[in-house]
């Protein structure tokens, strides 16, 4: 139902791009997010974005990542500026859908992103 691309190597200060396409029997979609889980810590909410447009972000990334959505495409984005080494994790996306009758929560595939010193 959805799935993720965009993950890579890049050195501190880089840029990368993630973005999370939906499919599937899809009527509508709520909150759409990025998360991310580094090796040995538990998986955090990176960024948040509502149906609306409403955003939200965890303070350690707040002025460098960027997440915004196309209704049209199903598509989250998330644009990661001024990477650290501390940005490295497997970010997942993640969306609650409605498909006329009820809402799920679904979750890609994971992407490696790697920020290097």
């Known amino acids: 139902q959805l799935q993720a691309s965009g993950g890579g190597l890049v050195q501190a200060g880089g840029s990368l791009r993630l973005s999370c396409a939906a499919s599937?029997?899809?009527?509508?979609?709520?909150?759409m997010g990025w998360y991310r889980q580094a090796l040995g810590k538990q998986r955090e909410l990176v960024a948040g974005?509502?149906?609306?447009?409403?955003?939200n972000y965890v303070d350690s990334v707040k002025g460098r990542f960027a997440i915004s959505r196309d209704n049209a495409k199903n598509t989250v984005y998330l644009q990661m500026n001024s990477l650290k080494p501390e940005d490295t994790g497997v970010y997942y996306c993640?969306?609650?859908?409605?498909?006329?009758?009820?809402?799920?929560?679904?979750w890609g595939q994971g992407t490696q992103v790697t920020v290097s010193s």
């Open positions: 974005i509502l149906s609306g447009g409403s955003t």
């Open positions: 599937g029997s899809i009527f509508s979609i709520d909150t």
């Open positions: 993640n969306a609650l859908l409605y498909n006329g009758i009820n809402h799920s929560s679904y």
